[in-house]
């Protein structure tokens, strides 16, 4: 019965494209780094500025804004039926180092404009609805992806581990967390939320990929996440002078790491499948001086498939190579460490519906896609029914500065987004 | 007619090695990194206050201490013919990351020790001994190796580049100096030395390679050093999201850089001769972060020879490697830049027989040989008859924590030293 005053009022309103362009111009300055790159560490004091800057626009938007003990943050709309389980939307707004300045960004200050265009179009929502900007979803800072989905969908593992988890300064994530001026990050387990806590979860982000923008389709609906796994390994040779020691004497770490690297390109590769990616991001020396030979290395390791055995199949003949290679060149594998490897996620059908629904009154066409990129909907689907809705961007591009996603695309998704949740709020 | 009176007392005297000893573990405290490894980067607050612990230990000594613009140290004692060019004789005491205590070191306390062997044996120097402690002998900071002895040497070129120079966090040279109390590093023309400055430069050093352990042979007589060049190079891609972005869309720059370091061993392999070498040491990936596909990654590469026309012809090939994988990869080879590529220098023969008689007055069986590591001797080899003593070092082990010399080897080595410089004071 709330449908079609829904529909009516939606379809007459329009985002406020021109704040919402600020506001994310104004979230990149927030950054370690010069622009157009962006850097926002977890923690940082450009993280901590971005935090605020955040809280007081969910503030300015009449949400009431709540913070859990690792600052994953909360901005409720309570419903008319307040008894219900809210409908939550949100994303992240950590960025790796020389970075852009959309991904994560789009699905918090979208989020926040979603309200805004529902709040001016006279909607009133049944079930409350909830903006929620996570806690590191990116790994630079201590090596854990998601940490504040993961958290919340209750990884009594990952609380345990935080307590003795050092970043690459040997700061641990409690007094981190205090530095940001969150004084009860010992206590974790106050973060988890139990199953149910939601009716809905649906996430706003840009494609990452050049699908939408290829085929010039305004909207994704999102049906599967891929299922991404990590691994950290070390090498350890003898090191030793450049010029002194001879080259049959030597057992280089940092030549196995190049072979390594060279390893995964080609065991991804041989899968067969365009899904399969493997990525070496991170590729250390020690000591990592011109004149001395690497007797340390240290390498971290993507890998991702929307097939999880696969994916599994990858890693087993990553390990495999290095093993052959620690034979071959005599040096030692001090550390392979699968650091997570998680299950896909599928998207919830009443979600996707809804978000199908919403673009055909909308008038905008989608396709339905796989999203390559993991994200804090992964983890929300543990606790919740889970959807998401990607925007083209420039070339796919992502993770540099480079990033794009134009006004015009960020509006329709924004748009999409406060209609779904609407349909979500009244079902 | 002094040369009886100088062995008769020289052989009856002996060196201080508690004292030595002593001041080798106290220097190496002098560190940025925790023991047994020593980081003593230039112009740190270690290094300055290594340099001071020098100057001390040389007016202990009664040397007369001057500095010049950059922080070569010199500690002389006046001859008896002090018009005379005098014979020097030094090392250097900064230390690449994570290395040990020895490397460099050993050339300077021991040239102290060795003055102060000769004062109590009752020598009167003819000639002018001097104690040089040579600025920046490791490239770590600013990347330019024998930094003080290539100024020393009359770089014109040298003085121009420190300059504009800045190390990794962008300080400039000028200003990294001043810190350290060198202000007048502007205009580095007072530091050159004419030809003739010197009569004789002699530098004592831990062997860095297993030949006068494996041979049990106290003294390496050096007759040679070995050509070093460095390189950098820098590759470019597009990186971009290490989920989103698919395998055949991708121009990896970290994989470009491993495929060039795997080069360059089978280039210095293919060379056929056991004297070439070739090491990448420095291998970093932008941005550095597991979920991005490296966009940059910058090599920098160390290949010797005592053959400077085979060394060149590896640098060619692995200039043509660069070239092809940017071509297969589709990256850019945004810099392939020859640092440096000093000639081979020859020690003087008659520093060569002076140490020889030395070795055969004191007992000590000695060989000739090339060192393969370079010193800041082959730069002093282009303002003065140049020299070098070798002692034994543990496995030839340098470069990292484990390096080691007995105490009894630095002793000879001291005493062949002290006999040495007394010999070509007198000449
Ligand atoms: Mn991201
Ligand atoms: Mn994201
Ligand atoms: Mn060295
Ligand atoms: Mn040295």
New interface residues.
């Given amino acids: 019965v709330h449908e079609p005053h829904l529909q009516d009022s939606f379809t007459s309103l329009s985002v406020d494209t021109e704040s919402l362009q600020r506001q994310i111009e104004e979230l990149s300055t927030f950054s370690d780094s010069p622009a157009p790159s962006v850097t926002r560490v977890l923690y940082s004091e450009k993280d901590v500025s971005a935090r605020r800057y955040i809280k007081n626009l969910m503030a300015h938007s009449g949400l009431a804004v709540k913070e859990d003990a690792v600052g994953n943050i909360f901005g409720r709309w309570d419903g008319y039926e307040p008894e219900l389980a809210p409908v939550s939307t949100g994303s992240h707004i950590d960025a790796?180092?020389?970075?852009g300045k959309y991904?994560g960004v789009i699905g918090v200050l979208g989020a926040i404009e979603a309200i805004n265009v529902l709040k001016r179009s006279g909607f009133k929502p049944k079930r409350s609805l909830e903006v929620i900007l996570f806690t590191s979803e990116?790994?630079?800072r201590f090596?854990i992806?998601c940490l504040g989905s993961r958290l919340l969908a209750g990884s009594q593992e990952l609380a345990e581990l935080l307590k003795t988890t050092v970043d690459g300064q040997n700061i641990s994530f409690p007094d981190a967390a205090r530095f940001a001026g969150y004084e009860n990050a010992k206590d974790l387990s106050s973060v988890f939320l139990p199953k149910g806590s939601y009716s809905a979860f649906i996430e706003l982000h840009i494609?990452?990929?050049?699908i939408l923008e290829e085929e010039a389709i305004p909207i994704g609906v999102v049906t599967a996440i891929?299922a991404?796994a990590?691994i950290k390994v070390d090498f350890e040779g003898?090191?030793?002078?450049?010029?002194?020691?001879?080259?049959?004497?030597r057992n280089?770490a940092?030549?196995a790491?190049?072979?390594l690297?060279?390893a995964v390109?080609k065991h991804?590769?041989d899968s067969g499948s365009?899904?399969?990616?493997?990525?070496?991001?991170?590729?250390?020396?020690?000591?990592?001086?011109?004149?001395?030979?690497?007797?340390k290395a240290h390498l971290?390791?993507?890998t991702?498939d929307i097939n999880e055995a696969r994916r599994n199949n990858v890693i087993e003949k990553i390990h495999n190579s290095a093993l052959n290679i620690c034979k071959k060149r005599n040096v030692k594998l001090s550390e392979f460490k699968i650091v997570n490897q998680d299950p896909p996620a599928l998207s919830d059908d009443s979600i996707v519906k809804a978000t199908e629904s919403a673009c055909q009154e909308l008038n905008l066409s989608y396709r339905k896609m796989i999203s390559?990129?993991?994200h804090d909907s992964l983890f929300m689907a543990r606790i919740s029914p889970m959807g998401m809705i990607f925007i083209p961007c420039y070339k796919?591009?992502?993770?540099?500065p480079e990033e794009f996603a134009a006004p015009k695309d960020i509006a329709n998704g924004v748009r999409v987004l406060a209609l779904t949740l609407a349909k979500l709020s009244l079902s």
């Fill in positions: 790796i180092p020389y970075s991904d990116e790994p630079t090596g992806s494609e990452q990929g050049p891929a991404p990590s003898n090191g030793g002078h450049a010029g002194a020691v001879l080259m049959p004497m280089d940092g030549l790491a190049a072979e690297a060279l390109e991804v590769l365009i899904d399969t990616v493997g990525t070496v991001g991170i590729l250390e020396l020690h000591p990592g001086a011109i004149n001395s030979i690497p007797s971290e390791i993507d991702r390559r990129a993991y796919g591009y992502s993770h540099k």
